[in-house]
């Protein structure tokens, strides 16, 4: 969910059931990361300065997605994503993986957003929009402006319809459906953009789901992530 749009009041939220690691080579900034999450969220939190110390999930298992906080400060995306990936191979499919320290203005979103990333966290935000966007996104949202996503949907779409409707017989309404999803949007937003009711959507996504073989958003939009 976009930060301009969350509903969430700035405070305290609960996340005590929760794992959040801080990667990044700044210690001192991400004890301090560490002490602030800890103290108003309750959630256990722990500062890394190598994405591998981050624990190896296996896909037989069901385990609980926990969030990375990744250190982005004057790093190339496509490199540092490529490390990411090779470090720990079901980082970004597995686990709600964002940015922080992002400089506003060099449009890295759009393309981290088709990587996996799921939120960004930028050098200039307050204390109270990092407690907001930690709670969006293990409420399995995204945390991005609804600009950015927007912007990315249009772009893209002419390009998913030919990529996706070839292989898997997806309709261009539900390729523009799937699109919003991968990007977090909720069903009202979706209706509002395209102009149907959302019970229309909600038909939509229940044939997305079942042409495309996945139980739910966020297997949908880890699915096109991959695919679109």
């Known amino acids: 969910m976009?930060?301009?749009?969350?509903?969430?009041?700035?405070?305290?939220?609960?996340?005590?059931?929760?794992?959040?690691y801080i990667i990044?080579?700044?210690?001192?900034?991400?004890?301090?990361?560490?002490?602030f999450l800890t103290r108003e969220t309750g959630a256990t939190c722990r500062a890394c300065d190598d994405v591998r110390q981050v624990p190896v999930v296996d896909d037989?298992?069901?385990?609980?997605?926990?969030?990375?906080?990744?250190d982005c400060l004057e790093k190339e995306l496509d490199t540092y994503l490529v490390a990411v990936a090779a470090s720990n191979k079901n980082l970004l499919?597995?686990?709600y993986v964002a940015l922080y320290n992002v400089s506003s203005g060099l449009g890295i979103e759009k393309k981290a957003l088709r990587k996996g990333i799921r939120g960004f966290f930028y050098k200039q935000d307050p204390p109270e929009l990092l407690l907001k966007g930690v709670s969006a996104l293990f409420n399995d949202e995204l945390w991005v402006s609804r600009e950015i996503m927007t912007k990315t949907i249009l772009?893209?779409?002419?390009?998913?319809?030919?990529?996706?409707?070839?292989?898997?017989?997806?309709?261009?309404?539900?390729?523009?459906?799937?699109?919003?999803?991968a990007l977090g949007a909720k069903n009202e937003h979706i209706a509002e953009e395209l102009f149907i009711s959302p019970n229309t959507v909600k038909t939509h996504i229940y044939n997305i789901f079942k042409k495309i073989n996945v139980p739910n958003r966020l297997?949908?939009?880890l699915w096109a992530a991959k695919n679109l």
């Open 60 to 70: 037989k298992k069901t385990t609980q997605p926990i969030l990375v906080l990744l």
């Open 155 to 181: 772009e893209n779409r002419d390009r998913d319809i030919i990529t996706i409707t070839d292989q898997n017989t997806l309709t261009p309404r539900e390729i523009e459906i799937l699109s919003f999803i």
């Open 2 to 20: 976009a930060p301009e749009g969350s509903s969430k009041e700035s405070g305290i939220v609960s996340l005590t059931d929760k794992v959040i």
């Open 93 to 95: 499919c597995r686990h």
């Open 24 to 35: 990044g080579p700044q210690r001192f900034q991400n004890e301090l990361m560490v002490s």
């Open 219 to 221: 297997q949908a939009a």
